[in-house]
């Protein structure tokens, strides 16, 4: 099975069209789930169901984020490398 879990269609075909979950994609291709996640938010691949909603602690707007990803408080790489607003 290689490395195609560094597909980005690849993904969004098992993931979003199968409906596979992170550890179904994860085993054949020999890596981890924690791997399949982080590369499923990077591709901004989802199902509509494993993301939970947040409020970005920098900038206020509410997001949907994977719980392995990001801790839930912000939107974006961007806004979690940012101090706070005053
Ligand atoms: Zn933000």
């Known amino acids: 099975m290689g490395r195609r879990y560094r597909d980005a269609e690849f993904l969004r075909t098992q993931h979003v069209e199968s409906g596979k979950s992170s550890t179904e ?4 291709c ?3 789930p924690s ?3 982080r590369r499923l938010a990077r591709h901004d ?3 509509g169901e ?3 909603t947040g409020e970005c602690a920098t900038c206020g707007d509410s997001f949907r984020y994977y719980p392995s990803v990001r801790d839930g408080q912000f ?3 961007d806004c979690a490398g940012k101090p706070r607003r005053r």
């Open 25 to 28: 994609i994860a085993q054949p």
């Open 30 to 32: 020999g890596t981890s």
């Open 35 to 37: 791997t399949i996640r």
């Open 45 to 47: 691949i989802e199902d």
């Open 50 to 52: 494993s993301l939970t």
């Open 75 to 77: 939107c974006s790489n």
